[in-house]
Protein backbone atom coordinates (compact mmCIF):
# COMPACT_ATOMS: atom_id res chain seq x y z
CA UNK A 1 0.00 0.00 0.00
CA UNK A 2 1.33 3.17 -1.09
CA UNK A 3 1.60 5.50 1.94
CA UNK A 4 1.77 10.05 2.35
CA UNK A 5 5.75 10.93 3.58
CA UNK A 6 4.90 10.39 7.35
CA UNK A 7 5.72 10.60 9.42
CA UNK A 8 4.23 7.89 11.67
CA UNK A 9 5.53 4.84 12.21
CA UNK A 10 4.57 1.92 9.14
CA UNK A 11 1.46 2.53 7.69
CA UNK A 12 -0.21 4.26 11.04
CA UNK A 13 -1.81 7.58 9.95
CA UNK A 14 -0.86 6.66 6.30
CA UNK A 15 -4.18 7.65 3.96
CA UNK A 16 -3.61 10.48 2.00
CA UNK A 17 -6.37 12.48 3.25
CA UNK A 18 -8.89 11.73 5.97
CA UNK A 19 -11.27 14.31 7.77
CA UNK A 20 -14.27 13.46 10.25
CA UNK A 21 -17.62 15.56 10.88
CA UNK A 22 -16.12 18.51 9.88
CA UNK A 23 -15.59 17.43 6.68
CA UNK A 24 -18.41 19.64 4.67
CA UNK A 25 -17.30 22.85 6.05
CA UNK A 26 -13.51 22.80 5.90
CA UNK A 27 -11.42 24.22 2.88
CA UNK A 28 -9.69 21.29 1.22
CA UNK A 29 -8.49 22.72 -1.91
CA UNK A 30 -4.73 22.45 -3.19
CA UNK A 31 -3.61 26.14 -4.19
CA UNK A 32 -2.16 26.57 -7.55
CA UNK A 33 0.53 25.69 -9.02
CA UNK A 34 0.86 22.91 -6.02
CA UNK A 35 -0.70 19.56 -6.59
CA UNK A 36 -0.21 16.37 -4.85
CA UNK A 37 1.06 14.24 -7.57
CA UNK A 38 -0.58 10.84 -8.95
CA UNK A 39 -0.01 8.07 -11.60
CA UNK A 40 3.80 8.87 -12.45
CA UNK A 41 4.67 5.57 -14.00
CA UNK A 42 7.99 6.18 -12.39
CA UNK A 43 6.10 5.45 -8.80
CA UNK A 44 4.21 2.71 -9.14
CA UNK A 45 6.00 -0.89 -8.66
CA UNK A 46 6.96 -3.26 -12.05
CA UNK A 47 3.87 -5.99 -12.15
CA UNK A 48 1.62 -3.07 -10.02
CA UNK A 49 -1.56 -1.25 -10.72
CA UNK A 50 -2.83 1.77 -9.22
CA UNK A 51 -5.77 2.25 -7.31
CA UNK A 52 -7.57 4.19 -4.87
CA UNK A 53 -9.73 3.46 -2.23
CA UNK A 54 -12.25 4.91 0.21
CA UNK A 55 -12.76 3.92 3.77
CA UNK A 56 -15.51 5.10 5.28
CA UNK A 57 -16.66 5.19 9.08
CA UNK A 58 -20.13 5.76 9.64
CA UNK A 59 -22.10 5.25 13.17
CA UNK A 60 -26.00 4.91 13.52
CA UNK A 61 -26.66 7.18 16.22
CA UNK A 62 -31.01 6.89 15.70
CA UNK A 63 -32.28 5.76 18.94
CA UNK A 64 -29.45 5.22 21.09
CA UNK A 65 -29.12 6.03 25.05
CA UNK A 66 -25.93 7.99 24.31
CA UNK A 67 -25.08 9.39 21.55
CA UNK A 68 -22.01 11.16 22.69
CA UNK A 69 -21.17 8.09 24.26
CA UNK A 70 -21.88 6.25 20.57
CA UNK A 71 -19.77 9.02 18.88
CA UNK A 72 -16.89 8.15 21.05
CA UNK A 73 -17.63 4.53 20.83
CA UNK A 74 -17.46 4.19 24.83
CA UNK A 75 -16.78 0.28 24.92
CA UNK A 76 -19.43 -0.10 27.39
CA UNK A 77 -22.14 0.82 25.16
CA UNK A 78 -20.94 -1.02 22.18
CA UNK A 79 -20.94 -4.43 25.11
CA UNK A 80 -17.66 -4.91 23.43
CA UNK A 81 -14.48 -6.54 24.90
CA UNK A 82 -12.58 -8.11 22.19
CA UNK A 83 -11.48 -6.37 18.70
CA UNK A 84 -12.47 -6.87 15.05
CA UNK A 85 -9.65 -9.90 15.26
CA UNK A 86 -10.98 -11.32 18.86
CA UNK A 87 -7.91 -10.26 20.90
CA UNK A 88 -8.90 -9.19 24.18
CA UNK A 89 -8.99 -5.46 24.72
CA UNK A 90 -6.54 -3.98 27.36
CA UNK A 91 -8.12 -3.42 30.78
CA UNK A 92 -8.01 0.26 30.76
CA UNK A 93 -8.91 0.67 27.19
CA UNK A 94 -12.68 3.01 27.82
CA UNK A 95 -13.08 3.53 24.14
CA UNK A 96 -11.74 4.08 20.83
CA UNK A 97 -12.13 2.63 17.37
CA UNK A 98 -11.30 -0.53 18.46
CA UNK A 99 -14.90 -1.02 20.30
CA UNK A 100 -16.75 0.36 17.30
CA UNK A 101 -15.65 -1.55 14.12
CA UNK A 102 -17.93 -3.24 11.59
CA UNK A 103 -21.23 -4.34 12.28
CA UNK A 104 -20.67 -3.05 16.03
CA UNK A 105 -24.11 -1.28 17.79
CA UNK A 106 -24.46 1.08 20.31
CA UNK A 107 -26.90 0.56 22.26
CA UNK A 108 -30.19 1.11 21.91
CA UNK A 109 -33.13 2.72 23.46
CA UNK A 110 -35.45 -0.43 24.75
CA UNK A 111 -38.57 1.21 22.87
CA UNK A 112 -37.16 2.07 19.87
CA UNK A 113 -37.74 0.68 16.63
CA UNK A 114 -35.40 2.31 13.16
CA UNK A 115 -36.45 1.30 9.67
CA UNK A 116 -33.34 0.54 7.37
CA UNK A 117 -32.12 3.39 5.84
CA UNK A 118 -29.74 3.55 2.04
CA UNK A 119 -26.76 6.24 2.45
CA UNK A 120 -25.30 7.36 -0.48
CA UNK A 121 -21.52 9.33 -0.36
CA UNK A 122 -21.21 11.51 -3.08
CA UNK A 123 -17.53 13.01 -3.29
CA UNK A 124 -15.40 15.54 -5.80
CA UNK A 125 -12.40 14.99 -7.61
CA UNK A 126 -10.24 17.95 -9.48
CA UNK A 127 -7.80 17.50 -11.11
CA UNK A 128 -5.40 18.48 -13.82
CA UNK A 129 -2.84 17.03 -16.26
CA UNK A 130 0.35 17.26 -15.32
CA UNK A 131 2.62 19.55 -16.72
CA UNK A 132 6.37 21.21 -15.50
CA UNK A 133 4.62 24.27 -14.20
CA UNK A 134 2.99 22.98 -11.58
CA UNK A 135 5.16 21.97 -7.58
CA UNK A 136 4.54 19.02 -6.27
CA UNK A 137 3.71 18.92 -2.60
CA UNK A 138 3.93 16.10 0.22
CA UNK A 139 1.70 15.15 2.65
CA UNK A 140 2.76 15.04 6.38
CA UNK A 141 0.51 13.42 8.92
CA UNK A 142 1.49 14.57 12.21
CA UNK A 143 0.09 13.32 15.83
CA UNK A 144 0.25 14.11 19.08
CA UNK A 145 0.15 11.10 20.91
CA UNK A 146 3.55 10.37 19.16
CA UNK A 147 6.25 9.47 21.23
CA UNK A 148 9.44 9.73 19.76
CA UNK A 149 12.60 7.20 19.75
CA UNK A 150 16.19 7.72 19.26
CA UNK A 151 17.94 4.31 18.10
CA UNK A 152 21.60 4.05 17.05
CA UNK A 153 22.73 1.86 14.38
CA UNK A 154 25.30 1.66 11.37
CA UNK A 155 23.53 4.11 9.65
CA UNK A 156 23.45 6.65 12.52
CA UNK A 157 20.87 8.02 14.62
CA UNK A 158 17.41 6.91 13.61
CA UNK A 159 14.40 8.51 15.20
CA UNK A 160 11.14 5.92 15.75
CA UNK A 161 8.25 7.01 15.81
CA UNK A 162 5.20 5.58 17.96
CA UNK A 163 2.04 7.21 17.25
CA UNK A 164 -1.23 5.92 18.83
CA UNK A 165 -3.66 7.75 17.12
CA UNK A 166 -6.24 8.19 20.12
CA UNK A 167 -6.28 9.04 23.18
CA UNK A 168 -8.72 9.92 25.92
CA UNK A 169 -9.45 13.09 27.97
CA UNK A 170 -9.90 13.07 31.95
CA UNK A 171 -12.80 14.47 33.23
CA UNK A 172 -12.21 17.75 35.02
CA UNK A 173 -12.43 17.72 38.89
CA UNK A 174 -14.28 20.02 40.75
CA UNK A 175 -11.82 22.12 42.41
CA UNK A 176 -9.88 22.62 38.96
CA UNK A 177 -13.33 24.29 37.59
CA UNK A 178 -11.24 27.83 37.90
CA UNK A 179 -9.02 27.09 35.25
CA UNK A 180 -11.50 26.09 32.61
CA UNK A 181 -10.75 22.48 32.33
CA UNK A 182 -8.67 22.84 29.73
CA UNK A 183 -7.22 19.62 28.87
CA UNK A 184 -3.58 20.08 26.72
CA UNK A 185 -1.65 17.33 24.85
CA UNK A 186 1.95 18.04 23.64
CA UNK A 187 4.28 16.19 21.48
CA UNK A 188 7.93 17.29 20.03
CA UNK A 189 9.42 15.65 16.96
CA UNK A 190 11.67 16.14 14.36
CA UNK A 191 11.28 16.95 10.70
CA UNK A 192 13.41 15.39 9.10
CA UNK A 193 12.49 16.50 5.73
CA UNK A 194 11.59 20.64 5.67
CA UNK A 195 10.34 22.45 3.08
CA UNK A 196 7.71 25.02 2.22
CA UNK A 197 4.26 24.98 3.96
CA UNK A 198 1.19 24.79 1.41
CA UNK A 199 -1.69 23.84 3.34
CA UNK A 200 -2.37 22.88 7.52
CA UNK A 201 -5.30 21.53 9.37
CA UNK A 202 -6.07 19.97 12.06
CA UNK A 203 -8.06 16.89 12.86
CA UNK A 204 -10.02 16.70 15.99
CA UNK A 205 -13.30 15.12 18.20
CA UNK A 206 -16.29 16.43 19.41
CA UNK A 207 -14.92 18.42 22.62
CA UNK A 208 -11.93 19.77 21.03
CA UNK A 209 -10.95 23.40 20.96
CA UNK A 210 -7.97 24.00 18.64
CA UNK A 211 -4.58 22.74 17.78
CA UNK A 212 -1.37 24.05 17.34
CA UNK A 213 1.75 23.05 15.11
CA UNK A 214 4.90 25.03 16.54
CA UNK A 215 8.37 25.48 15.25
CA UNK A 216 11.52 25.11 17.26
CA UNK A 217 11.95 28.97 18.16
CA UNK A 218 8.46 29.10 19.35
CA UNK A 219 6.83 30.52 15.94
CA UNK A 220 3.43 29.59 15.20
CA UNK A 221 3.45 27.74 11.84
CA UNK A 222 -0.62 26.51 11.64
CA UNK A 223 -3.25 27.22 14.07
CA UNK A 224 -6.33 25.47 13.11
CA UNK A 225 -9.65 26.04 15.28
CA UNK A 226 -13.15 23.86 15.07
CA UNK A 227 -16.51 25.44 15.01
CA UNK A 228 -19.71 23.90 16.01
CA UNK A 229 -23.04 22.65 14.72
CA UNK A 230 -25.90 24.45 16.52
CA UNK A 231 -28.88 22.92 14.36
CA UNK A 232 -30.24 19.89 13.30
CA UNK A 233 -29.60 20.11 9.34
CA UNK A 234 -27.05 18.49 7.67
CA UNK A 235 -23.68 20.34 8.13
CA UNK A 236 -25.00 22.12 11.50
CA UNK A 237 -25.15 19.64 13.85
CA UNK A 238 -25.71 20.43 16.97
CA UNK A 239 -22.79 19.50 19.47
CA UNK A 240 -20.74 18.11 16.44
CA UNK A 241 -17.06 19.84 14.88
CA UNK A 242 -18.76 21.13 11.46
CA UNK A 243 -15.37 22.87 10.08
CA UNK A 244 -12.18 22.99 11.03
CA UNK A 245 -10.09 26.66 10.32
CA UNK A 246 -7.10 26.09 7.93
CA UNK A 247 -3.94 27.88 6.85
CA UNK A 248 -3.24 29.03 3.06
CA UNK A 249 0.15 30.95 3.96
CA UNK A 250 1.48 33.11 1.22
CA UNK A 251 4.15 30.74 -1.04
CA UNK A 252 7.50 30.87 0.36
CA UNK A 253 6.99 32.84 4.10
CA UNK A 254 6.51 29.76 6.17
CA UNK A 255 9.42 27.64 5.92
CA UNK A 256 10.43 24.09 8.13
CA UNK A 257 13.78 23.61 7.86
CA UNK A 258 15.36 20.12 7.72
CA UNK A 259 16.04 18.22 11.34
CA UNK A 260 14.11 21.72 12.88
CA UNK A 261 11.86 20.12 16.11
CA UNK A 262 8.57 20.91 16.18
CA UNK A 263 6.26 21.15 18.36
CA UNK A 264 2.54 19.84 18.36
CA UNK A 265 -0.47 21.08 20.44
CA UNK A 266 -3.71 19.85 20.73
CA UNK A 267 -6.26 21.41 22.91
CA UNK A 268 -9.64 19.98 24.52
CA UNK A 269 -12.39 20.55 26.62
CA UNK A 270 -12.39 18.65 30.00
CA UNK A 271 -16.21 18.97 30.81
CA UNK A 272 -16.92 15.97 30.45
CA UNK A 273 -14.28 13.52 29.63
CA UNK A 274 -14.06 11.94 26.43
CA UNK A 275 -12.45 8.47 24.99
CA UNK A 276 -10.76 8.27 21.86
CA UNK A 277 -10.16 11.63 20.81
CA UNK A 278 -7.78 12.62 18.08
CA UNK A 279 -5.31 15.21 17.58
CA UNK A 280 -3.82 15.14 13.84
CA UNK A 281 -2.71 17.56 11.58
CA UNK A 282 -2.17 17.58 8.02
CA UNK A 283 0.58 19.35 6.56
CA UNK A 284 1.20 19.86 2.85
CA UNK A 285 4.97 20.92 2.48
CA UNK A 286 6.64 21.80 -0.66
CA UNK A 287 10.19 21.47 -1.10
CA UNK A 288 10.28 24.30 -4.12
CA UNK A 289 8.51 27.70 -4.91
CA UNK A 290 6.50 28.19 -8.11
CA UNK A 291 9.28 30.45 -9.58
CA UNK A 292 11.76 27.59 -9.21
CA UNK A 293 10.60 25.39 -12.52
CA UNK A 294 11.93 21.82 -12.81
CA UNK A 295 11.21 19.75 -15.58
CA UNK A 296 9.50 15.82 -15.07
CA UNK A 297 10.09 12.35 -16.39
CA UNK A 298 6.89 11.62 -17.25
CA UNK A 299 3.06 12.11 -17.76
CA UNK A 300 1.01 12.31 -14.36
CA UNK A 301 -1.59 13.79 -12.31
CA UNK A 302 -2.21 16.20 -9.38
CA UNK A 303 -5.75 15.66 -7.39
CA UNK A 304 -7.52 16.29 -4.17
CA UNK A 305 -9.78 14.20 -2.69
CA UNK A 306 -10.63 12.25 0.36
CA UNK A 307 -9.13 8.30 -0.66
CA UNK A 308 -6.37 6.35 0.14
CA UNK A 309 -3.76 5.69 -2.72
CA UNK A 310 -3.10 1.93 -2.79
CA UNK A 311 -1.22 -0.96 -5.25
CA UNK A 312 -2.87 -3.77 -5.81
Not at 12 to 22: A, K, N, R
Not at 25 to 35: E, I, K, L, Q, S
Not at 53 to 76: F, L, P, Q, S
Request: charged share 20%; proline share 5%.
Amino acid sequence: MARNSGICQRNILGQYYGLGSETRGTTTDVPDPFGIVLGNPADIPEGYEEKWIINVHAIDTRGVVDRMGCTECKCGLYNVTKDQYGRPLRPDYKGGSLCCYDQTQCRLREDFEGPKRSLYLRYTVKWVDWDKFIVPVKIYILDVTDTLKISDDSKGLIPEHDCRVEYDVESCSTNHKNNGCLDVMRTTFPMQKGGYVVYGVAHQHSGGIGSTLYGQDGRVICSSIPSYGKGKEAGNEAGYIVGMSTCYPRPGSVKIIDDETLTLESNYSSTPGHTGVMGVFYLLVAEQLPHQHFTHSSRSSSFIMNINSIFE
